[in-house]
């Protein structure tokens, strides 16, 4: 069965400039959240999505947006992007919400942007 | 403000040592603690711990949740190579946005042959 698949796996952006990240959850689940690790940090939540339809948010600026599709999938924006952006981006995915199935998380994106 | 710390930031052990990690928590409306690896990018689930002072197992890892004093133990017993990595630990809370996972910075453990 494929995991959770992450894309890119590698992305370099100037200051200023947008970002759109992609991921597939595994087959079957339904919910998606999206975690930033800063090297050397704990993953940090910036939101989840389950049915299409946000239902969490962590303390992450406007900037930040994302959204799901009706396969499941999902996207993370992020515009005007900063030095301090600059992270691996954890996709996860689970059947619903922690307390039934934990997360399963992807490869990430490492985002470096200069 | 919910806090989770790992101890010790790191450590180096040689082939066949015992590790022990510590994970404290301070959240609200706890549910359950969980236990990730990661060694090179995705976390990889361990345990996931809900009530107090049952041990779970798996292999050659174990862990323990101790409600009453906030902390849990991950136990890795004769370690090898392959369990060099990132122990990350992480806490639900009832009623938390979504999955929202609080996690600590991790123990990074190195083992040498």
């Given at each position: 069965d494929a995991g959770v698949t992450q894309s890119p796996t590698h992305l370099i952006k100037t200051r200023g400039q947008h970002v759109t990240l992609r991921c597939s959850?595994?087959?079957?689940?339904k919910s998606v959240s999206w975690y930033q690790q800063v090297l050397g940090q704990g993953p940090q939540f910036i939101?989840?999505?389950?049915?299409?339809?946000e239902r969490g948010r962590g303390n992450f600026p406007d900037r930040f947006s994302a959204r799901q599709f009706p396969n499941y999938s999902s996207e993370l924006n992020v515009n005007a992007l900063l030095l301090g952006d600059s992270a691996?981006?954890?996709?996860?995915?689970?059947?619903?919400?922690?307390?039934?199935?934990?997360?399963?998380?992807?490869?990430g994106t490492r985002l470096t942007v200069t | 403000e919910d806090k989770v710390v790992?101890?010790?930031?790191?450590?180096?052990?040689?082939e066949g040592d015992t590790v022990t990690l510590n994970c404290s928590y301070e959240v609200t409306n706890f549910r359950s603690l969980l236990w990730y690896k990661q060694e090179k990018k995705a976390p990889t689930f361990l345990f996931m711990l809900?009530?107090?002072?049952i041990e779970k197992k798996s292999g050659r890892l174990s862990s323990?949740?101790?409600?009453?004093?906030?902390?849990?133990?991950?136990?890795?017993t004769a370690t090898q190579t392959g369990d060099s990595a990132v122990y990350l630990c992480a806490v639900d809370r009832i009623k938390a946005a979504g999955n929202k996972l609080t996690f600590g910075g991790g123990t990074r453990v190195l083992v040498k042959p």
């Open positions: 959850p595994i087959s079957g689940h939101f989840q999505y389950y049915e299409k339809e691996l981006y954890l996709c996860a995915s689970s059947l619903g919400l922690v307390r039934d199935s934990p997360l399963h998380f992807g490869n | 790992q101890s010790p930031l790191s450590l180096v052990v040689h809900t009530s107090s002072g323990i949740l101790d409600k009453k004093e906030l902390f849990s133990i991950l136990n890795i």
